[in-house]
């Protein structure tokens, strides 16, 4: 089977709305301007790229690592690492050719061994303990890891799946760097780590010996953590930061005139996410109670303008072959009285009692913790929100699971299952303790799944079993709205979470 088979996966795969697009500008570097910066929400969790969680550690990292491959801005992979690849027929043995001149930021050259130690870091054949769950061997993914010569690299993995060649966008380190990866992280992205300050924010400088030939423009990006929604406005229109990914629809209103205001679809699923473990929440009448009570419209109305999708399972409407709509299983609308007959049903009469934990660093789900706290209340139950600390809700929500429910995003790659795989039962990023053995089963279906429309049926299955069971209360895909600096172009939107600085440039008025 070669490439082009899976280049032909990856079209049929990823039908969705075209997300590539350019700020406005000359084409022309202005010489005394080479450093931008960008205001993101949240302090990171990990340096090191085969640890770090939280989205927005990678998108940053998107700039300083690189895997065999990589996304681009259409949602295809383009070769980086690796400068080719080809898979089994069985689909069982992936052959990667190396890129020749490659250099880590240290100014050493990529070898064979860098890659192998990557790889089994990430399987967890060094220790036993896999970074990255796709590409663990217990779930059927690399089970060795042979250097054929200094430019070849053969991974064989323990069961075919289509979608596994996504995962080796996994960063490639120096060999035997692991340990160093979280203080001195060395990659061979377009820019090279200088300093982080915890609560500040991390600086990266250009690599002056990238692969690709005239990346990046830039001399310097910071990214400047922003404590507050308000606090980022005021950075914007005080001239203290130069982009900001995460606009607010009045915030973006309040900006057109000034910045360059640019907008699409998202990769990430916004919800009411509902912890099955407690006990309150464990009874599926009380969380199909919670699903009742909600006015998707809205919240989408109120917080996003109308520019989000409603969903109501974990599968991004733009992959479209995998999506179904199940929007209807519990209406767009709320309706309270049906809300009301089930929590009496499941012996709540006089409602019931819901503390919400929200990152209060994204406004977006602070506002709509807000809007989804009134609704519910309609329908009998007191729902209270809890403001918390990203680190705390890394580590209480996510990572502790010690919550009833939590309003936030989380994100896809460019497959399908990446959503799907996290609700397995032990999944180590189910944080919302779902459990259904015939989920589980049917995904193991999927991921081996070799039919492009078997698969996509064994995916709607998936959806459908977690809006029954009312899993999570899913609200919606929202947009993503950016402001950028006049003098800037070159910002480009991609179908999953980064901040691409690489092709930003400073442009002659």
């Given at each position: 089977m070669k490439k082009r088979i899976s280049v032909y996966f990856m079209a049929a795969l990823l039908i969705m709305t075209a997300l590539g697009g350019c700020a406005g500008g000359t084409g022309e570097s202005s010489e005394d301007k080479s450093s931008v910066v960008v205001?993101?929400?949240?302090?990171?969790?990990?340096l090191d790229p085969h640890k770090a969680t939280a989205a927005g550690t990678k998108e940053i990292l998107f700039n300083i690592f690189e895997g065999l491959v990589k996304p681009d801005p259409n949602g295809n992979l383009m070769?980086?690492?690796?400068?080719?690849?080809?898979?089994?027929?069985?689909?069982?043995?992936?052959?990667?050719?190396?890129r020749e001149g490659v250099k880590f930021h240290n100014g050493d050259e990529v070898t064979a061994e860098d890659v192998k130690y990557s790889l089994e870091r990430c399987a967890g054949i060094l220790d036993g303990t896999a970074l990255m769950s796709t590409l663990s061997a217990e779930k059927g993914g690399i089970t060795s890891v042979d250097i054929l010569d200094s430019q070849t690299v053969q991974v064989s993995v323990g069961s075919a799946n289509m979608e596994l060649i996504y995962s080796f966008t996994a960063a490639i380190i120096p060999a035997g760097s692991g340990e160093e990866a979280e203080a001195h992280p060395v990659g061979t992205g377009p820019f090279s780590f200088v300093s982080y300050k915890p609560q500040e924010g991390v600086v990266l400088a250009r690599n002056a010996d990238y692969w690709q030939s005239g990346l990046p423009y830039l001399d310097e990006v910071t990214f400047k953590i922003v404590n507050s929604p308000d606090t980022a406005l005021l950075d914007l229109q005080g001239g203290s930061i130069d982009i900001y990914p995460y606009l607010t629809d009045s915030q973006a209103a309040e900006l057109s005139g000034s910045f360059q205001v640019m907008s699409a679809p998202s990769n990430v699923v916004q919800a009411l996410f509902l912890n099955n473990a407690d006990e309150t929440l464990s009874d599926v009448r009380v969380r199909q109670a919670i699903c009742y009570a909600l006015d998707k419209d809205s919240v989408n109305e109120f917080v996003f303008g109308g520019n989000g999708a409603i969903i109501s399972s974990a599968m991004l409407p733009t992959l479209q072959?995998?999506?179904?709509?199940?929007?209807?299983?519990?209406?767009?609308?709320?309706?309270?009285?049906?809300?009301?007959?089930?929590?009496?049903?499941?012996?709540?009469?006089d409602g019931i009692e819901l503390e919400i934990k929200v990152p209060s660093n994204y406004e977006v789900h602070m506002q709509t913790a807000e809007v989804v706290a009134e609704q519910l209340k309609e329908a009998g139950i007191n729902a209270v929100i809890a403001p918390v600390e990203w680190g705390t809700w890394l580590d209480e929500v996510y990572n502790g699971r010690n919550y009833q429910a939590t309003i936030s995003g989380i994100t896809c790659d460019q497959t399908p299952g990446y959503l799907l795989n996290r609700f397995q039962t032990e999944s180590p990023k189910n944080f919302i303790n779902y459990a259904n053995a015939k989920y589980d089963e049917t995904y193991l279906k999927a991921a081996a799944s070799l039919d492009l429309a078997e698969k996509a049926g064994y995916y709607k299955e998936l959806?459908?079993?977690?809006?029954?069971?009312?899993?999570?209360?899913?609200?919606?895909?929202?947009?993503?709205?950016?402001?950028?600096?006049?003098e800037l172009s070159g910002y480009t939107f991609y179908p999953v979470y980064v901040q691409d600085m690489s092709v930003v440039r400073y442009t002659k008025q």
């Amino acid at each position: 089977m070669k490439k082009r088979i899976s280049v032909y996966f990856m079209a049929a795969l990823l039908i969705m709305t075209a997300l590539g697009g350019c700020a406005g500008g000359t084409g022309e570097s202005s010489e005394d301007k080479s450093s931008v910066v960008v205001g993101i929400q949240q302090d990171i969790d990990s340096l090191d790229p085969h640890k770090a969680t939280a989205a927005g550690t990678k998108e940053i990292l998107f700039n300083i690592f690189e895997g065999l491959v990589k996304p681009d801005p259409n949602g295809n992979l383009m070769n980086a690492v690796a400068s080719d690849y080809s898979i089994s027929e069985d689909g069982l043995v992936y052959t990667f050719t190396l890129r020749e001149g490659v250099k880590f930021h240290n100014g050493d050259e990529v070898t064979a061994e860098d890659v192998k130690y990557s790889l089994e870091r990430c399987a967890g054949i060094l220790d036993g303990t896999a970074l990255m769950s796709t590409l663990s061997a217990e779930k059927g993914g690399i089970t060795s890891v042979d250097i054929l010569d200094s430019q070849t690299v053969q991974v064989s993995v323990g069961s075919a799946n289509m979608e596994l060649i996504y995962s080796f966008t996994a960063a490639i380190i120096p060999a035997g760097s692991g340990e160093e990866a979280e203080a001195h992280p060395v990659g061979t992205g377009p820019f090279s780590f200088v300093s982080y300050k915890p609560q500040e924010g991390v600086v990266l400088a250009r690599n002056a010996d990238y692969w690709q030939s005239g990346l990046p423009y830039l001399d310097e990006v910071t990214f400047k953590i922003v404590n507050s929604p308000d606090t980022a406005l005021l950075d914007l229109q005080g001239g203290s930061i130069d982009i900001y990914p995460y606009l607010t629809d009045s915030q973006a209103a309040e900006l057109s005139g000034s910045f360059q205001v640019m907008s699409a679809p998202s990769n990430v699923v916004q919800a009411l996410f509902l912890n099955n473990a407690d006990e309150t929440l464990s009874d599926v009448r009380v969380r199909q109670a919670i699903c009742y009570a909600l006015d998707k419209d809205s919240v989408n109305e109120f917080v996003f303008g109308g520019n989000g999708a409603i969903i109501s399972s974990a599968m991004l409407p733009t992959l479209q072959d995998f999506y179904v709509d199940v929007n209807d299983v519990y209406g767009t609308g709320a309706n309270a009285e049906k809300a009301k007959e089930l929590l009496a049903d499941a012996g709540y009469p006089d409602g019931i009692e819901l503390e919400i934990k929200v990152p209060s660093n994204y406004e977006v789900h602070m506002q709509t913790a807000e809007v989804v706290a009134e609704q519910l209340k309609e329908a009998g139950i007191n729902a209270v929100i809890a403001p918390v600390e990203w680190g705390t809700w890394l580590d209480e929500v996510y990572n502790g699971r010690n919550y009833q429910a939590t309003i936030s995003g989380i994100t896809c790659d460019q497959t399908p299952g990446y959503l799907l795989n996290r609700f397995q039962t032990e999944s180590p990023k189910n944080f919302i303790n779902y459990a259904n053995a015939k989920y589980d089963e049917t995904y193991l279906k999927a991921a081996a799944s070799l039919d492009l429309a078997e698969k996509a049926g064994y995916y709607k299955e998936l959806q459908n079993m977690l809006v029954e069971d009312a899993g999570t209360a899913f609200l919606s895909v929202p947009p993503i709205t950016v402001a950028v600096k006049p003098e800037l172009s070159g910002y480009t939107f991609y179908p999953v979470y980064v901040q691409d600085m690489s092709v930003v440039r400073y442009t002659k008025q």
